[in-house]
């Protein structure tokens, strides 16, 4: 496949401004750059624009890090409207490498059988897709020589077993602002075994631990702005500074980054500072491997006496029982301003098309659950 013939209309064109994934009229009067939709972690939906020339120097910098060149072949099975996929086409396109795309509906088997045809070499997946490599069992071809993770953290248990089934897997730090990966494994930690630690800046960016620890960014690959809806029309908000403040805090070590979580999901109970994701890990940890990190949620609501509490989502294909005796072990240990208040089964954890939990209608649900 030709990579540019993914590219939407107006790319080529410098001065249009391009809405990724709408197909209605261009709001007048903006900034001519890229646009990726985004609800970010408040909900608050709103568009990250990025320059053409920062997209090309992200994907450049991917390429050198994973060893991508003309001969190369990018397989995606990322949404393009999303930066990580689109990311994967400016990366052929720069290194003058084959592309392929998977179209149909995911399919962990199929996928498999698509990518050991194409001969690929390179891809980015997200953590739900390579849990289900490790769900069916399927080996990687043996021309893929990476595979970058984002959009979330692999578990130490699910990277191991993709890399027993020679999954060549390699945690990445990234996010819309920054046009795709801040940080990546390098391809030599294939041969150690996997963790999601630590993670080397690519050479595009600098990073400086800011107040109260939250990651600091700055580089050409840096988004330039916020397109924002509100009653009186759209608008645009100018970054401002050099340093992007991110989300999340973590810890530098050189050139080496360690994510701690996200900064603003931590919330108080009874005053004392508690991260759902950290519980909702210690709650699959003590289930003894009879529940998936990808069948349960722990979300916060909030709660007139304690400021917050904690509710456990879970999939209805976890028995009860399971539930049950789970939470029985963790609440031996835990203390009590970290104790799960209710539990809720749905069909399915509500996901976007990239397989991240989503925060607004998980908190809906919560909140039904205890009211």
């Given at each position: 496949?030709?990579?540019?013939?993914?590219?939407?209309?107006?790319?080529?064109?410098?001065?249009?401004?391009?809405?990724?994934?709408?197909?209605?009229?261009?709001?007048?009067?903006?900034?001519?750059?890229?646009?990726?939709?985004?609800?970010?972690?408040?909900?608050?939906?709103?568009?990250?624009?990025?320059?053409?020339?920062?997209?090309?120097?992200?994907?450049?910098?991917?390429?050198?890090?994973?060893?991508?060149?003309?001969?190369?072949?990018?397989?995606?099975?990322?949404?393009?409207?999303?930066?990580?996929?689109?990311?994967?086409?400016?990366?052929?396109?720069?290194?003058?490498?084959?592309?392929?795309?998977?179209?149909?509906?995911?399919?962990?088997?199929?996928?498999?059988?698509?990518?050991?045809?194409?001969?690929?070499?390179?891809?980015?997946?997200?953590?739900?897709?390579?849990?289900?490599?490790?769900?069916?069992?399927?080996?990687?071809?043996?021309?893929?020589r990476a595979l970058v993770v984002g959009g979330g953290c692999l578990s130490v248990a699910v990277g191991r077993a993709a890399r027993e089934l020679g999954w060549p897997v390699l945690a990445s730090y990234g996010m819309t602002e920054a046009g795709s990966q801040i940080a990546t494994q390098g391809l030599e930690l294939l041969d150690s075994p996997y963790s999601?630690?630590?993670?080397?800046?690519?050479?595009?960016?600098?990073?400086?631990?800011?107040?109260?620890?939250?990651?600091?960014?700055?580089?050409?690959?840096?988004?330039?702005?916020?397109?924002?809806?509100?009653?009186?029309?759209w608008r645009f908000e100018e970054r401002q500074g050099d340093w992007f403040v991110t989300s999340d805090s973590g810890i530098l070590d050189g050139r080496e980054l360690r994510i701690s979580g996200r900064a603003d999901a931590l919330v108080k109970i009874l005053g004392e500072l508690v991260d759902p994701a950290e519980v909702q890990a210690e709650i699959v940890a003590a289930s003894a491997g009879g529940i998936r990190e990808r069948e349960l949620v722990v979300v916060a609501v909030d709660d007139a006496r304690a400021g917050k509490r904690l509710v456990l989502i879970h999939e209805q294909s976890?028995?009860?029982?399971?539930?049950?005796?789970?939470?029985?072990?963790?609440?031996?240990?835990?203390?009590?301003?970290?104790?799960?208040?209710?539990?809720?089964?749905?069909?399915?954890?509500?996901?976007s098309a990239l397989g991240k939990p989503l925060g607004s209608e998980l908190s809906r649900i919560a909140k039904e659950a205890v009211n």
């Open positions: 496949m030709e990579a540019g013939s993914l590219m939407p209309p107006g790319f080529r064109d410098e001065d249009a401004p391009v809405l990724m994934g709408e197909s209605g009229d261009v709001p007048r009067g903006i900034p001519a750059l890229v646009y990726f939709k985004t609800s970010g972690s408040s909900g608050e939906p709103k568009w990250i624009g990025l320059s053409r020339h920062a997209l090309r120097v992200s994907a450049d910098a991917v390429n050198r890090h994973l060893g991508v060149d003309a001969s190369s072949l990018w397989a995606l099975a990322l949404p393009i409207e999303h930066v990580g996929g689109f990311g994967v086409i400016v990366r052929a396109i720069g290194a003058g490498c084959g592309l392929a795309r998977y179209e149909p509906k995911w399919n962990a088997p199929e996928f498999a059988k698509w990518l050991a045809a194409l001969r690929a070499t390179h891809l980015s997946l997200v953590p739900t897709q390579v849990h289900d490599f490790v769900a069916a069992g399927l080996h990687a071809p043996a021309s893929l999601p630690e630590p993670l080397g800046l690519l050479p595009c960016w600098e990073a400086r631990s800011g107040s109260a620890g939250r990651i600091e960014i700055r580089g050409e690959a840096l988004f330039r702005g916020w397109l924002k809806q509100d009653k009186s029309g976890v028995p009860v029982a399971m539930i049950e005796l789970a939470l029985l072990s963790y609440h031996a240990k835990c203390p009590g301003f970290r104790r799960i208040s209710a539990a809720v089964s749905v069909d399915e954890i509500p996901r």
